[in-house]
């Protein structure tokens, strides 16, 4: 099957650093990758969409300047988390997506627990 | 915007009990509905996968329906076992391709 794999896996960083996440299709090409935050206790909520080689598509109230995502190629998204504070501490999960006989089906990364102390 | 949302936020049965967990969404131009449990702390598992033109999905214990027409989904599992115990959600991929997560549904089997 589809594997993606995030690294980290968690991060503790200081406040005002900047932190990268990656997302990777291990065994095939990724036509778009999502990232997702999920906060404690709620539900995932799309950050944004990712093509490679195009910039990525924000959801509204996700700042693009400080959540900046790179889709250099087709097996790797980069989302990097720019002057990090405390309120940015989530569970970070991307998704690959893959064309399969039902058209696009899409793969989970286990995810990247941030914490910014 | 598609909006998901998923009854009870929180469900607690004994084991071997059959249950339904139920998912709704606002939108009914959807191109899949897709279920799945997330363990504390960790990644999500796919469950099942329903096409928008397919009514119904089966995979062991686990049955899920889709009416796209009414916006609802449910998720039956039988001989609930305490394995099951997890956080269930469901998810709406629009046509643009992204999902739309529900709020979940906290399961717990007690032994």
């Known amino acids: 099957g589809a594997v993606v794999s995030q690294h980290p896996s968690r991060v503790i960083c200081k406040s005002g650093t900047s932190v990268k996440i990656e997302c990777r299709s291990l065994?095939?090409?990724?036509?778009?990758m999502f990232w997702y935050r999920q906060f404690p206790k709620q539900s995932l909520m799309l950050m944004a969409t990712s093509n490679e080689g195009s910039k990525a598509t924000y959801e509204q109230g996700v700042e693009k300047d400080k959540f900046l995502i790179n889709h250099a190629s087709l097996t790797l998204s980069t989302l990097t988390v720019t002057s990090a504070h405390p309120e940015d501490s989530s569970f970070y999960i991307c998704?690959?997506?893959?064309?399969?006989?039902?058209?696009?089906?899409?793969?989970f990364g286990p995810g990247t627990r941030l914490l910014v102390l | 915007k598609q909006e998901v949302t998923q009854i009870p936020a929180a469900l607690s049965v004994p084991e071997g009990e059959n249950l339904v967990l139920n998912c709704s969404f606002t939108d009914s131009a959807i191109y899949n509905l897709q279920w799945f449990r997330q363990d504390p702390g960790k990644g999500l598992t796919s469950l099942l996968l329903i096409q928008s033109s397919q009514r119904e999905q089966t995979s062991g214990r686990l049955n899920a329906s889709l009416d796209k027409s009414s916006g609802r989904s449910t998720l039956y599992i039988a001989a609930s076992q305490p394995g099951d115990s997890a956080t269930y959600l469901c998810?709406?991929?629009?046509?643009?391709?992204?999902?739309?997560f529900g709020t979940g549904t906290s399961l717990t089997v007690i032994p």
């Open positions: 998810a709406v991929r629009g046509t643009g391709n992204q999902f739309y």
């Open positions: 998704s690959a997506s893959r064309a399969t006989g039902w058209g696009e089906t899409q793969y």
């Open positions: 065994d095939f090409q990724a036509t778009t």
